[in-house]
């Protein structure tokens, strides 16, 4: 069973910076896709960053492009999203998934069979 489990969320000031981590385990397949993911109450699921265990390759949707960074040193282990200049806008549950490889770069939350709790991620303004 895969479990997924992300920390690092907290309050941060606008323009500062937060890491935070996914901790992976179960994964039995070589081949995976992590992505992290962030909601507001009321609003849909928004993707924002996807890495393929096999190459390494990530994928960013616009709106981070440039300022959040995902990495990993072991996909089937442990993912990082580093978040850079942020905006108040961002204030969000923050959750990494995990999918089928097939799927990397795609964002659609219902192809995405494992998800972590969670962690809050506060921007003062």
């Known amino acids: 069973e895969v479990q997924l489990v992300e920390s690092g969320g907290g309050l941060v000031q606008a323009g500062g910076s937060l890491r935070l981590s996914c901790d992976a385990s179960?994964?039995?397949?070589?081949?995976?896709?992590v992505a992290w993911f962030r909601q507001v109450p009321g609003k849909e699921r928004e993707g924002l960053s996807c890495?393929?265990?096999?190459?390494?390759?990530?994928n960013y949707v616009d709106s981070v492009k440039g300022r959040f960074t995902v990495s990993s040193d072991n996909v089937k282990t442990s993912v990082y999203l580093d978040m850079n200049r942020l905006e108040p806008e961002a204030g969000a549950v923050y959750f990494c998934?995990?999918?089928?490889?097939?799927?990397?770069?795609?964002?659609?939350?219902?192809?995405?069979?494992?998800w972590g709790q969670g962690t809050q991620v506060t921007v003062s303004s």
């Open positions: 998934a995990a999918t089928m490889p097939e799927y990397s770069g795609r964002y659609t939350p219902p192809e995405y069979k494992c």
């Open positions: 179960g994964f039995a397949s070589d081949d995976v896709a």
């Open positions: 890495i393929r265990s096999r190459d390494g390759s990530a």
